[in-house]
């Protein structure tokens, strides 16, 4: 009477396993991609949320409200949304939330300004009827290749305080 062994061999198992790493070997630099890219986006898509926060705040408490980014360190970024005491004109801004760098991925670099160039601090303010302050960007760059910008976000007008994800 014959045994019926059933498995598989060493070599079977050595060739699939060598399937597996090629494999692996050819998605590793395409997964890494993906995961910066999402960092990149992610980030953006937090500002561009704070923005429209404030903005809808500001529309429906007919208050002043604005969003300070702290550009100031190449190390340290924050940012943080306040409310002014008055419609227009606020001379006093409460601090209502506030995010600190590790909320800010390493890999991401920021700049300010139309041209994004800038490193100093950027200011958004809303008023209650929609309008913005100055046209304003924040540029999200990766911090390894600073000519490598990424995403802006900002607000492309003050007279409709229109705020923008590119």
Do not use: H
């Not at 800038?118 to 008023?127: M, P, V």
């Amino acid at each position: 009477m014959e045994k019926d062994i059933r498995g598989f061999t060493i070599i079977e198992l050595i060739v699939v396993m060598a399937i597996f790493a090629i494999l692996a070997a050819i998605a590793a630099p395409n997964i890494s991609q993906w995961m910066s890219s999402s960092e990149y986006r992610n980030t953006s898509q937090q500002f561009l949320q704070v923005l429209q926060k404030a903005r809808a705040r500001a529309i429906t408490e007919n208050r002043q409200f604005r969003v300070d980014f702290d550009l100031a360190g190449d190390d340290a970024y924050s940012y943080k949304l306040s409310r002014g005491d008055r419609p227009a004109k606020s001379t006093v801004f409460t601090d209502l939330e506030t995010w600190q760098d590790s909320a800010i991925p390493n890999s991401v670099a920021l700049r300010g300004t139309l041209a994004c160039t800038g490193t100093a601090d950027i200011t958004f303010t809303f008023n209650p009827n929609g309008t913005a302050g100055t046209p304003n960007y924040i540029c999200i760059f990766d911090r390894n290749n600073m000519a490598a910008q990424r995403y802006r976000v900002g607000v492309t007008s003050s007279n409709t305080g229109r705020i923008v994800l590119e």
